[in-house]
């Protein structure tokens, strides 16, 4: 791009035309599907003023939402964080019998509807489950309870930190470890000096997604949920009963919230990449 | 550090290298190198003296004590890998005191000490100034040097290269080369370096072992290798080299249905002769001295010397014959001129 006019060669210029139009193509297939929802729901959480809005978004129920979304995406995106990380560091140094096995199985919750996903927690930890009563006998409540919701996110944003970091480290081979190890350094030292080092933007950026996700999780969570009110509401679910009961205005309200994390989580990770693309290394590299 | 290896046999490796009943000694302050082609074993080797790959069978023996339980990060080897691997998260100078700075509690050095050890090991290598740099901004010459000050860095017992200057252009190559040997005779360290390029292993090591298909051919000095190779596939590694099938009769040597002219008696038994490019004479037809009637194919410019390829006239390969540059430009040789191939000296197995 840094190239224009005279410095192009003519076979190259002639392809500005079809270059144009792919472009004002690309970019009205953005407008349309992604800024303009996106903007609607902004204008419709604000369509009955700012003070409609704040009501809506403090009103007890949709904090409860909001509190339990928070609880619920800080314990998966811990759980995903250390199981990432660990499956990660064993499939890509070292070999060992299942390997190929295990790589498919991380992708299951990616293949799988997340309704199923929620359905067959229902069939492991409901009222007629394998342990369900065993469960409930000792007081342990999983569905339509916070453990279901909390286990059914981590389900489904199981993926993503192993996702970014396997081929992150493959591509960096075991020679770092092994100098570390030549040079005297213990298996934690090499885990938090070396490897952990090396890959810290590609886990933060697998951090990020997950973490997007998890606050956005809605089918599998709907189904361990019960939709109780105050209790077992994530955002998604609370955003979804508002709209049932027509009452728009606060249902885009907390939809808007949603939207402003994932921006937020966008800008991150457009920050994380261009500090990964210099000079220290880090997704892809 | 003395070193010895007995018997040291593994099993195909997951690179499907294998190493089959290695014997050899390295006497303390030594420097080897381990030289073979590609896929020989000799890297395999290498990891095995520093405990990154585990033996099926055999010995190494540090200083006469069996290292077999020592793990990789106590037998207090420095090691440096072919790409240098060098931790890109640190700087130049926490790379050189990472081995220091990684030792437990009670015999780790302050971390004052560490960093002044780190700028002494980075100006032994010539590096000082480059102490905040990371290993993204240094040249390949220059990374290849922080490894080796890093791996000095713990004081190893010995020092283990894997194809030191391979990843480096030919220029920085033969200067670094000088500064090795250099550097090994000013710290004393044993040294034993992976290569497979004969020319750096004979110029640079008291003594080569030469590696092939997992066996250990020979190891002697680049003399004796060069002079009497111990066996067909050295002679044939090392140097360009003529090889006759020959049935040998009584001192006589059948070559292609004619007596080979040699310039002695051909042993009895002998079913293959080596006959080094410079080792075989291009004569004018109708000299003196007897060889292979024939005629020049090729002229082809080698640095001091001329390369000629002589197709003779008894059928079979062609020949490669050497002609000091000097002699060439009086007397020079083009394609097609008559050529006698006369065999000056020759190894017999």
């Given amino acids: 791009m840094k190239l224009s006019g005279s410095t192009r060669s003519a076979a190259v210029s002639e392809g500005r ?37 704040a009501a809506a978004v403090a009103e007890p129920d949709a904090v409860a939402a909001i509190r339990l979304t928070l609880l619920v995406t800080a314990i998966a995106v811990a759980c995903n964080l250390v199981f990432g990380l660990a499956a990660s560091w064993s499939v890509a140094k070292f070999s060992f019998p299942g390997k190929s096995l295990l790589v498919t199985l991380i992708d299951l919750p990616f293949s799988v509807s997340p309704v199923i996903s929620g359905l067959i927690y229902v069939l492991l930890f409901g009222a007629h489950g394998v342990f369900g009563p065993w469960l409930r006998a000792h007081g342990v409540e999983v569905i339509f309870a916070v453990p279901g919701i909390v286990l059914a996110t981590v389900f489904v944003t199981l993926p993503f930190v192993a996702r970014e970091l396997i081929p992150l480290m493959e591509a960096q081979g075991r020679g770092d470890e092994e100098v570390a190890r030549t040079l005297g350094a213990s298996g934690w030292q090499i885990f ?71 921006l937020l989580t966008l800008a991150l990770k457009t920050v994380l990449e261009a500090r990964g693309a210099g000079p220290a290394g880090g997704p892809g590299h | 550090m003395r070193i010895d290896i007995c018997n040291l046999s593994k099993a195909f490796d997951s690179a499907g290298r294998a190493l089959n009943g290695i014997d050899m000694s390295i006497a303390d302050g030594e420097l080897v190198a381990l030289l073979g082609p590609s896929g020989s074993g000799k890297t395999t080797l290498l990891r095995a003296i520093a405990g990154l790959e585990t033996p099926d069978s055999g010995e190494i023996l540090f200083d006469g004590e069996n290292v ?16 240098y691997a060098l931790f ?39 590096l000082d100034g480059l102490e905040d740099r990371t290993p993204a901004q240094l040249s390949g010459g220059q990374r290849q040097r922080v490894a080796l000050a890093r ?13 030191p200057f391979g990843a480096l252009d030919a220029k920085v190559r033969k200067e670094l080369r000088g500064w090795l040997r250099d550097l090994h005779d000013r710290t004393g360290h044993t040294t034993v370096f992976v290569t497979h390029d004969q020319e750096e292993a004979l110029e640079l090591a008291d003594r080569v072992a030469v590696i092939n298909r997992g066996r250990l051919e020979q190891i002697a000095t680049p003399a004796e290798l060069y002079g009497a190779p111990a066996t067909p596939f050295i002679c044939e590694f090392l140097g360009s080299v003529n090889a006759f099938d020959v049935t040998a009769e009584g001192g006589r040597a059948l ?41 020049v194919e090729g002229v082809r410019l080698s640095g001091s010397h001329v390369r000629l390829d002589i197709r003779a006239a008894w059928g079979g390969p062609l020949l490669e014959a050497e002609v000091p540059i000097l002699d060439f430009d009086s007397h ?18």
């Avoid at chain 2, 077999?68 to 790409?83: K, L, T």
Wanted: glycine share 8%.
């Fill in chain 1, 17 to 53: 035309f079809a270059r144009a139009c792919l472009l004002a193509l690309g970019l009205a297939f953005l407008a349309l599907f992604l800024l303009l929802p996106l903007a609607a729901v902004f204008a419709e959480a604000l369509s009955k003023g700012l003070a409609v809005y």
């Fill in chain 1, 192 to 262: 938090f000096r070396v490897t952990l080092p090396n890959v810290k933007w590609g886990l933060l950026y697998g951090v990020l997604l997950c973490n997007a996700r998890a606050m956005g999780e809605f089918g599998a969570v709907s189904v361990v949920s019960g939709h109780i009110r105050g209790l077992t509401n994530t955002m998604p679910l609370h955003v979804e009963i508002l709209y049932n009961e027509y009452n728009f205005a606060a249902a885009f309200a907390v939809a808007s919230l949603l939207a402003l994390l994932a």
């Fill in chain 2, 68 to 83: 077999a339980s020592r793990d990789v990060r106590d037998r207090n080897v420095g090691f440096v890998f072919q790409s």
């Fill in chain 2, 88 to 126: 890109k998260t640190m700087t130049v100078q926490e790379n050189v005191g990472f081995g220091l700075s990684v030792r437990p509690r009670a015999t780790r050095p302050p971390k004052a000490e560490i960093a002044a050890r780190a700028r002494e090991l980075l100006r032994l290598v010539q």
């Fill in chain 2, 151 to 163: 791996a000095l860095a713990i004081d190893p017992g010995v020092l283990l290269l894997d194809e």
């Fill in chain 2, 255 to 295: 070559w292609r249905g004619h007596a080979l002219p040699l310039p002695a008696p051909c042993p009895a038994g002998a079913a293959r002769l080596f006959v080094r490019a410079h080792e075989l004479a291009a004569l004018r037809p109708g000299s003196a001295q007897p060889g292979i009637p024939g005629s």
């Fill in chain 2, 332 to 349: 020079p040789w083009k394609r097609g001129d008559a050529a006698v191939a006369a065999i000056l000296a020759f190894r017999a197995f």
